[in-house]
């Protein structure tokens, strides 16, 4: 079942350890096929080294195992809420890579620094509210879903304008039309949260936005019908 | 005697250099075999790379070597304090890992400032008192432990929910129901630390823990009857 | 055509992996055949683990693509206004390096903070003015090389002697007589960066400028008539 | 001539990089046979992948070369003038290691912040007084040599007791008993300044020397007659 996809998951999840995202297993890959309306994941708690695509896990929208011996990565309703709510994603990574967590942890958006970020973020990366006792204590990895959804809401941000979002207190989702590309996003994303923390360092915390006029220019220079960065495709 | 123990002792030592804990020789770990009351640990000043199982230390809870050519390591008397004042633990490590030894030097507790943290350490990890200048003089190794142990106890702390120390001006020792867990503690800690650091230089150095129910969430998310992370054992 | 240059510019664009100079595809590297007014540089978003000798393109003067089947580097309008304004330059680097993206993104000069820097860069590395809206809107690249070339100026320095520069709000280029040096220079610009980072902060960010008489030794010891560093050529 | 001496000293310079201590050919390691009086010292800018034992040189105690096809390093006067006044010394380093070099570059000497340096360094590592505009432009590598043995007399620092100094707005120099005793030392230097920028940041720059009973404890655990730490020899 969906054995093309699981393999393109497992590939996913071994770029986490090799561009140093992960320690132990503390990271999480999935990536979902829009017509069967299933999704596929790592498998909870299993170390990078003995994966194999066949540990993959086979998820419906309503976050049930449909296939797989293994639980399921215990982020797996965060996953779910967010397929549900952002239909242009296809696939989701989570990872606790130390220099977005720092941010996370700090309750601050990740500024728009430079050209680094905004050649794949168009604009901050908001940090999440922070979930409530309540949301906490019941269905937690379900309602970390729902507070991601709920500050794009609030913020007016589209989903694949800035894909990515830090989970206060807790650490980043990245997404994107693939996994690879979740992967991809996931990776600039810590680089441009160390750059902007030792910027920041260095103004004095100051505000270290770049203007609106560059942030457009590097976007749209790689996104967009008229993106001239890289190769024809 | 006791040759598995040793070849578990031997591999738990060996994670020390594969995860970037030590340099040159500082570090060591020990376990125990409570039935014998005995327990094995690395030889002092030894290279990781010529370290063979054979190398390996029996010692009594005397503190007296049982077994073994080698002087054991010079830390032996605090690992023999921590065996008989906490009887649930199976293994300790220690290192001088940079993350956590800031902290340890600045003499401050590690705050628990994020889910990363709150997932193996339940609260901050303690800063020990600083030892006096007797303890310091007169056996300064077994005044170490007996510091930790006063140290749980002054603060009501239970040696597995905080299963690490940052003894004073020193490092850090953590422990766990087996020589490998003390080692996946010791570099959660040095993650943990790493990851604090940046948020306290984010935050202005402001109060950087998470609440409470937090804490608890994770915590118990992965630890004691009602743990749902990884797979069924 | 231009087959020796073309296998000197692949070498030196994978001395960027080696040296720890590139995250994905962001950077690259030219050089230049003065007699023939022609330069070869790294085709735009190839990995470099798929980068041949035979993809790199040959672009004139002008701009305009003489040989290769692939997109030049989007950056090739900075290089061409470079090549054209700096007849000394034979090669040119440009990447995102942390350490020096992070002065640039803080709008700073890099100070020259110790003989580390003083034996490459005579004086600080200026960061450039920051284009205007109307200069990122149209010609964007292109703008970024006659900003380049108008700090220069403005500033009096000679592109020899400070082979580098910071664009602001981006990251930096450098040049050398071959684009192996540049490459060298691109590295201890970054080396540097980081130092200076250290210095600032544990000097409370005050003047952390060496003198100038040592800043002449340093640099003199190395170029010029007089060097005698090294092995005689 | 010396054969085993060159192998050594070769030996002992390529641990600069596997220690990480180097970047490009930003370091040197010379040893000394005090009955010949002659010591053998790297060649000035070689690279260390294309180093041999035969390509070391051998000077004697005026400086001068009486062996070796190749210029020695450049920073021979100053190997030569810590051999003449310290008469304990087998072996001396010198590289640019990022960490020792940023508190070089502001001026400050090393604090003993704890325990990992106290082990190696009996008190703080100073850094030198700052070369006047004639000692730099004149015999500078010579009086570079001559600073250092001043700060040692001035502030009454026995050689042996504190193997290192940092040399103002440049970098550190190790020394030890043989050319590895000087490389353990300059890695316990680069590790225990990392420690220690860190701690003076989480302390806000306020005292974070350890007491002085501490120091001594450390130290003399492992030098002197007494030393404890490691196996008999």
């Given at each position: 079942?969906?054995?093309?996809?699981?393999?393109?998951?497992?590939?996913?999840?071994?770029?986490?350890?090799?561009?140093?995202?992960?320690?132990?297993?503390?990271?999480?890959?999935?990536?979902?096929?829009?017509?069967?309306?299933?999704?596929?994941?790592?498998?909870?708690?299993?170390?990078?080294?003995?994966?194999?695509?066949?540990?993959?896990?086979?998820?419906?929208?309503?976050?049930?195992?449909?296939?797989?011996?293994?639980?399921?990565?215990?982020?797996?309703?965060?996953?779910?809420?967010?397929?549900?709510?952002?239909?242009?994603?296809?696939?989701?990574?989570?990872?606790?890579?130390?220099?977005?967590?720092?941010?996370?942890?700090?309750?601050?958006?990740?500024?728009?620094?430079?050209?680094?970020?905004?050649?794949?973020?168009?604009?901050?990366?908001?940090?999440?509210?922070?979930?409530?006792?309540?949301?906490?204590?019941?269905?937690?990895?379900e309602?970390?879903?729902?507070?991601?959804?709920?500050?794009?809401?609030?913020?007016?941000?589209?989903?694949?304008?800035?894909?990515?979002?830090?989970?206060?207190?807790?650490?980043?989702?990245?997404?994107?039309?693939?996994?690879?590309?979740?992967?991809?996003n996931?990776?600039?994303?810590?680089?441009?949260?160390?750059?902007?923390?030792h910027?920041?360092?260095?103004?004095?915390?100051?505000?270290?936005?770049?203007?609106?006029?560059l942030?457009?220019?590097?976007?749209?220079?790689?996104?967009?019908?008229?993106?001239?960065?890289?190769?024809?495709?």
């Amino acid at each position: 079942m969906l054995e093309n996809l699981k393999k393109e998951v497992y590939e996913a999840n071994m770029l986490l350890p090799k561009y140093d995202l992960v320690t132990f297993t503390w990271g999480n890959v999935s990536a979902i096929d829009r017509d069967k309306g299933l999704f596929v994941i790592k498998p909870s708690g299993v170390d990078y080294d003995k994966l194999t695509p066949d540990d993959m896990v086979v998820v419906d929208l309503n976050g049930k195992v449909v296939e797989g011996d293994l639980n399921p990565s215990s982020d797996t309703p965060t996953h779910t809420v967010l397929y549900n709510a952002f239909p242009e994603l296809g696939g989701i990574v989570h990872t606790h890579s130390p220099w977005a967590v720092s941010f996370a942890q700090a309750g601050m958006d990740l500024p728009a620094t430079g050209t680094t970020h905004a050649d794949t973020f168009y604009g901050p990366v908001p940090v999440s509210d922070a979930l409530t006792k309540e949301e906490i204590e019941n269905d937690y990895e379900e309602n970390t879903g729902k507070v991601i959804v709920r500050t794009f809401k609030e913020r007016g941000l589209r989903p694949m304008d800035v894909p990515a979002v830090l989970v206060q207190d807790h650490g980043p989702f990245t997404w994107g039309a693939t996994a690879e590309k979740a992967v991809y996003n996931a990776k600039v994303l810590e680089v441009s949260a160390e750059m902007a923390y030792h910027t920041l360092q260095l103004q004095g915390h100051g505000d270290v936005s770049v203007p609106q006029y560059l942030l457009d220019k590097h976007y749209f220079r790689k996104h967009g019908a008229n993106a001239y960065y890289g190769q024809k495709k």
